[in-house]
């Protein structure tokens, strides 16, 4: 059973993550409705990024990216676009009530 969409916009939000738009182009995820949403959820969430070769962090919003530590970057989310189907796997787990694969490959490390 598909929610409406004004169960949707009540719920508590799990997590905020950029996702590939073909999730909504390739018709993978049903289009249930357009609302506005008050300031709190239209907020842009911190993520994190963390250099490849050094390891150093920095965190990542509005397009700005600033030095950080390990410690301060714990709880974000890393800077990353989602494809749909790990999406899908990650609701799938927390509603299940495990840990998901794709977010602790994702931890900071």
Known sequence: ????IDSIISAR???KVWVMRRAITSGR????????????TAC???FFKQDAVSKTF???FDDKEIPAT?????????AAVWDPEHIEDRLRDHFAGRSNVWVESLKPA
């Open 13 to 15: 939000i799990i997590f």
């Open 70 to 78: 390990g410690k301060e970057c714990l709880g974000l989310e890393r």
């Open 1 to 4: 059973m598909i929610p409406d």
């Open 58 to 60: 920095s965190k990542y």
């Open 29 to 40: 995820w049903q289009i249930i409705g357009n609302r506005e949403v008050d300031a709190e």
């Open 44 to 46: 842009v969430p911190v």
